[in-house]
């Protein structure tokens, strides 16, 4: 059994006052609106709904967090580049994005979703920036592999850890939802951050912390 598939839903924040105690060891997932990081952490913790998609890019300004358990969690980030969301509403995310990236004790790793097809966007690369004072590791999934041939992502996947090489911390893989292409290597990399291994212990459900107005992750 997936040591992640023990994720549960327990607390959503639109202000940095809403977050959850910063204690434990927490891992974060953040992407364009269109990389498909809601499917990605869906399929990580082999469930269907985790994670909500939403159809609108940008509509989303939610923190959503879910418990692994034993002080464990997983942390998705609200999409970014999107283009028809008033200004006042991005300098907002970008703030709470922002403060959570830069100042969260508990963050231990921050996963980049990036369409295989278009990597290292600058948005992309502006992100990369942005957390790289903190000096905490960066993986970065090339979501939607299957929508290339074979030769086409081993040459993306070259591209992209050329670009990476002067990033302490920072790796790459190809990863693909539908097909479930890298998952066990996602996985690992997650585990290994988070500090659990394949005996995880279940002996207690994760407590639910509010939350209440739980919004959709964007994909």
Same mark, same amino acid.
């Given at each position: 059994?997936?040591?992640?598939?023990?994720?549960?839903?327990? +607390?959503?924040?639109?202000?940095?006052? &809403?977050?959850?105690?910063?204690?434990?060891?927490?891992?974060?997932?953040?992407? /364009?609106?269109?990389?498909? *990081?809601?499917?990605?952490?869906?399929?990580?913790?082999?469930? !269907?709904?985790?994670?909500?998609?939403? *159809?609108?890019?940008?509509?989303?300004? =939610?923190?959503?967090?879910?418990? %692994?358990?034993?002080?464990?969690? =997983?942390?998705?980030?609200?999409?970014?580049?999107?283009?028809?969301?008033?200004? /006042?509403?991005?300098?907002?995310?970008?703030? @709470?994005?922002? !403060?959570?990236? $830069?100042?969260? &004790?508990? =963050?231990?790793? @921050?996963?980049?979703?990036?369409?295989?097809?278009?990597?290292? !966007?600058?948005?992309?690369?502006?992100? $990369?920036?942005?957390?790289?004072?903190?000096?905490?590791?960066?993986?970065?999934? %090339? !979501? *939607?592999?299957? *929508?290339?041939?074979?030769?086409?992502?081993?040459?993306?996947?070259?591209?992209?850890?050329?670009? $990476?090489?002067? /990033?302490?911390?920072?790796? +790459?893989? =190809?990863?693909?939802?539908?097909?479930?292409?890298?998952?066990?290597?996602? &996985?690992?990399?997650? +585990?290994?951050?988070?500090?659990?291994?394949?005996?995880?212990?279940?002996?207690? &459900?994760?407590?639910?912390?509010?939350?209440?107005? /739980?919004?959709?992750? %964007?994909?």
């Amino acid at each position: 059994m997936s040591v992640l598939a023990r994720a549960r839903y327990v +607390a959503s924040a639109h202000d940095v006052r &809403e977050f959850p105690p910063d204690t434990g060891r927490e891992v974060a997932f953040a992407g /364009r609106s269109n990389a498909g *990081k809601s499917s990605a952490i869906n399929v990580l913790a082999r469930q !269907t709904r985790l994670a909500f998609t939403s *159809k609108t890019p940008g509509r989303t300004q =939610l923190v959503n967090f879910f418990a %692994l358990g034993d002080a464990r969690f =997983l942390v998705d980030l609200p999409g970014y580049g999107f283009a028809k969301v008033p200004e /006042r509403e991005r300098s907002q995310w970008d703030r @709470l994005i922002g !403060t959570y990236l $830069l100042h969260r &004790e508990a =963050l231990c790793g @921050l996963v980049v979703m990036m369409d295989v097809r278009h990597p290292m !966007t600058p948005l992309d690369v502006q992100l $990369l920036d942005w957390f790289a004072p903190t000096a905490k590791p960066v993986h970065v999934l %090339l !979501t *939607k592999a299957d *929508k290339l041939s074979r030769q086409q992502q081993v040459r993306q996947l070259a591209s992209v850890r050329a670009s $990476l090489a002067g /990033r302490a911390g920072a790796s +790459a893989q =190809l990863f693909s939802s539908l097909k479930r292409t890298g998952l066990d290597e996602a &996985e690992a990399v997650l +585990a290994g951050w988070l500090d659990i291994g394949a005996a995880y212990d279940e002996k207690e &459900e994760p407590p639910v912390r509010g939350g209440a107005d /739980r919004g959709s992750s %964007l994909a």
